[in-house]
């Protein structure tokens, strides 16, 4: 049977205004989970676009900040390198300046992935992390309220890399996945676990993703070339925050600035 999927993209004229839409996207977002089960749990992708969306976040000149429920907020990671949260590569550090330094978040709250210890290692106190948080049990996975992801000129996301192990991968929560083309390993949340999430989303910005967002959204299905069409979510909707540039070579958009593609497999 065929599998169905709306895809949603809405397009902002430059990397502000997509960090504001974020930004705003983010409290929307929360504020439904926290109405409709008290809490929120989100996990978050590092690199510049969401480096800029949590800088707007955090902005105490801005309305988001006073509305996003903070207290009953729980905060994950998508993916992290395999450096100390110090590192100026770990993506945890990127959102600590950008986002955790500001805002009333106690420690509890930040679930991160310890990329300072052995891949394997990493990958299994994550997972672990997420069993006890979620509180699942045997094969239950987790079920985020949004999930926040960026797309890489090879067609990535999170840490799933054209031709490497998790693309594949369908039992774990989370995983280390080596990276020939870096000579790098990343600790990852699994595709099938970001499906599962009650909300997704891309943020990608920038003409240099044109191509490459053309032929996730558009192109034959390929996922071992291209690991983001690996993105399917259970809900049967897929949202993206675009820049102009980043969206010039899909469909036009409507008068509100809001795009709309079926895509089936």
Same mark, same amino acid.
Request: charge should be negative; charged fraction near 25%.
């Given at each position: =049977?065929a599998k *169905?999927?709306?895809?949603k993209y809405y397009?902002?004229?430059?990397?502000?205004?997509?960090? @504001? &839409?974020?930004a705003q996207?983010?409290v929307? =977002?929360?504020?439904e989970?926290?109405?409709a089960q008290?809490?929120?749990r989100?996990a978050?992708?590092?690199?510049?676009t969401?480096?800029?969306a949590? /800088?707007?976040?955090?902005d105490p000149?801005?309305?988001? @900040?006073?509305r =996003?429920p903070?207290?009953?907020l729980?905060?994950?990671?998508v993916d992290? &390198?395999?450096v100390?949260?110090?590192d100026?590569e770990?993506?945890? @550090?990127m959102t *600590?300046e950008a986002?955790?330094? %500001?805002?009333?978040? #106690?420690?509890?709250?930040? %679930? #991160?992935? /310890?990329g300072?210890l052995?891949?394997?290692?990493?990958?299994?106190r994550? /997972?672990?992390?997420l069993r006890?948080s979620f509180r699942?049990?045997?094969?239950?996975?987790p079920?985020?309220?949004?999930?926040?992801?960026?797309m890489?000129?090879?067609? %990535?996301?999170?840490?799933?890399?054209p031709h490497?192990a998790a693309v594949?991968?369908?039992?774990r929560?989370?995983?280390?996945?080596?990276?020939?083309?870096k000579?790098?390993?990343r600790?990852?949340?699994?595709?099938?676990v970001?499906? %599962?999430? *009650?909300?997704v989303?891309?943020?990608?910005?920038? &003409? /240099?993703?044109?191509?490459?967002? #053309?032929e996730v959204l558009?192109?034959?299905?390929?996922?071992? #070339?291209?690991p983001?069409?690996?993105?399917?979510p259970?809900s049967?909707i897929?949202s993206l925050?675009l820049?102009q540039?980043?969206?010039?070579?899909?469909p036009?958009?409507?008068?509100?600035g809001?795009?709309?593609?079926? @895509?089936? *497999?």
């Amino acid at each position: =049977m065929a599998k *169905r999927l709306t895809v949603k993209y809405y397009v902002e004229a430059d990397p502000a205004a997509l960090a @504001r &839409r974020a930004a705003q996207y983010f409290v929307e =977002m929360a504020g439904e989970a926290v109405a409709a089960q008290g809490c929120v749990r989100i996990a978050i992708s590092g690199g510049s676009t969401p480096k800029a969306a949590f /800088e707007a976040l955090a902005d105490p000149n801005q309305p988001w @900040r006073s509305r =996003m429920p903070w207290g009953k907020l729980e905060l994950f990671w998508v993916d992290e &390198r395999c450096v100390p949260p110090g590192d100026a590569e770990s993506n945890y @550090r990127m959102t *600590r300046e950008a986002l955790l330094d %500001h805002v009333p978040l #106690r420690p509890e709250q930040i %679930h #991160r992935i /310890e990329g300072e210890l052995e891949p394997e290692v990493a990958a299994a106190r994550y /997972e672990s992390e997420l069993r006890n948080s979620f509180r699942l049990e045997g094969a239950e996975s987790p079920r985020f309220d949004l999930v926040a992801l960026g797309m890489g000129n090879d067609g %990535h996301t999170a840490s799933i890399f054209p031709h490497t192990a998790a693309v594949h991968e369908l039992g774990r929560l989370a995983v280390a996945n080596h990276l020939p083309q870096k000579d790098a390993w990343r600790i990852t949340l699994t595709w099938p676990v970001i499906n %599962h999430a *009650r909300s997704v989303f891309f943020l990608v910005a920038g &003409r /240099e993703k044109a191509e490459i967002l #053309r032929e996730v959204l558009m192109g034959p299905y390929d996922p071992e #070339r291209l690991p983001s069409q690996l993105i399917w979510p259970s809900s049967g909707i897929l949202s993206l925050i675009l820049d102009q540039d980043a969206a010039v070579l899909l469909p036009a958009t409507d008068k509100d600035g809001c795009g709309v593609l079926e @895509r089936e *497999r």
